[in-house]
């Protein structure tokens, strides 16, 4: 089964930069769309950014212009760059992976990733003033 393993969180100042790392492994000779996930304490987890195995990707318009989702399919790896980091977006961030339904659509619900997708332990990230 697939596994997932965030690193790279932690604690920086308002417009620092942090890069998030996602490692994975048994993938089993498939090919899965991912995504990064965050949450705070009382909030429902939200998408952040998605890619598919073609390199489409979707942010969700907060991260516009800040964020760069990637990944390295021959490491397995998946990435977040942050930058210009503010308070609001302090969060437990997940990485997640689904195969099937496999797109930028379907791999940012919350509902589908829930049932079906594949996830991360999480990683904390921290922004101070």
């Known amino acids: 089964d697939l596994q997932l393993v965030e690193s790279g969180g932690g604690s920086v100042e308002t417009g620092g930069s942090l890069r998030l790392s996602c490692a994975a492994s048994?993938?089993?000779?498939?090919?899965?769309?991912m995504a990064w996930f965050r949450q705070v304490p009382g909030k429902d987890r939200e998408a952040v950014a998605a890619?598919?195995?073609?390199?489409?990707?979707w942010y969700i318009d907060s991260v516009k212009g800040r964020f760069i989702i990637s990944q390295d399919r021959s490491k397995k790896s998946l990435y977040l760059q942050m930058n210009t980091l503010s308070p609001e977006d302090a969060a437990m961030y997940y990485c997640?992976?689904?195969?099937?339904?496999?797109?930028?659509?379907?791999?940012?619900?919350?509902?589908?990733?829930?049932?079906?997708?594949?996830w991360g332990q999480g990683t904390q990230v921290t922004v101070s003033l």
């Open positions: 997640a992976a689904n195969a099937e339904p496999c797109s930028v659509g379907t791999v940012r619900r919350l509902e589908v990733m829930t049932a079906l997708g594949h």
């Open positions: 048994k993938f089993g000779g498939r090919s899965y769309c």
């Open positions: 890619i598919e195995p073609d390199g489409t990707t």
